[in-house]
T-cell receptor
Framework: DQQVKQNSPSLSVQEGRISILNCDYTNSMFDYFLWYKKYPAEGPTFLISISSIKDKNEDGRFTVFLNKSAKHLSLHIVPSQPGDSAVYFCAALGSSGTYKYIFGTGTRLKVLA | DTEVTQTPKHLVMGMTNKKSLKCEQHMGHRAMYWYKQKAKKPPELMFVYSYEKLSINESVPSRFSPECPNSSLLNLHLHALQPEDSALYLC?????????????FGDGTRLSIL
């Protein structure tokens, strides 16, 4: 049973426009969420995180929004750049004791020049 | 540049071979992790070490044997693997286990079992 879902396997966006990547989760015990970017032949790179006590966190071009009632988070990239083309994973962490990341299935973002 | 270094980058081995994957970090992190990632799938947690002690084993078959010789090193010993074990093996570290904080990943070892 996939507790963290990214329903869009791929997304194409024009350079300079906004990229919006979505992630849904089912477990209300998750209280910390992260986004990772992964290029081919490299490990995931941490981008941005958000705690469940917040609904927004911003770092440069990247903003993560959390809607706890909908169990939904999103990553906004503005403006999108060709170098942002990668696979993006969301991950959730619960405080139930296991401290185990649950990763989503990933969304492949392609930013077109 | 990644701060978590994994060697080798690629490994091809037969089902009867014994090999080891190595992971090193010098960030002073006291939690280290092994993940397995199959193509087009998310990383799946295998093991967690906290302060050099095994903290979590996600019911991984015994043909995978982790070892944490010191706070900077994490090994994964492989023996009698199966073709379905072919995957990308990722190592990660974090300051400590259990706090809300990011894990830092290495670039992985791509393992192929013949």
């Amino acid at each position: 049973d996939q507790q963290v879902k990214q329903n869009s396997p791929s997304l194409s966006v024009q350079e300079g426009r906004i990229s919006i990547l979505n992630c849904d989760y089912t477990n209300s015990m998750f209280d910390y969420f992260l986004w990772y970017k992964k290029y081919p032949a490299e490990g995931p790179t941490f981008l941005i995180s958000i705690s469940s006590i917040k609904d927004k966190n911003e770092d440069g071009r990247f903003t993560v929004f959390l809607n706890k009632s909908a169990k939904h988070l999103s990553l906004h990239i503005v403006p999108s750049q060709p170098g942002d083309s990668a696979v993006y994973f969301c991950a959730a962490l619960g405080s139930s004791g296991t401290y185990k990341y649950i990763f989503g299935t990933g969304t492949r973002l392609k930013v077109l020049a | 540049d990644t701060e978590v270094t994994q060697t080798p980058k690629h490994l091809v081995m037969g089902m009867t071979n014994k090999k080891s994957l190595k992971c090193e970090q010098h960030m002073g992190h006291r939690a280290m992790y092994w993940y397995k990632q199959k193509a087009k799938k998310p990383p799946e947690l295998m093991f967690v070490y906290s302060y050099e002690k095994l903290s979590i084993n996600e019911s991984v078959p015994s043909r995978f044997s982790p070892e944490c010789p010191n706070s900077s090193l994490l090994n994964l010993h492989l023996h009698a693997l199966q073709p379905e074990d072919s995957a990308l093996y990722l190592c990660a570290s974090s300051q400590v286990q259990g706090l809300n904080q990011p894990q830092h990943f290495g670039d992985g070892t791509r393992l192929s079992i013949l």
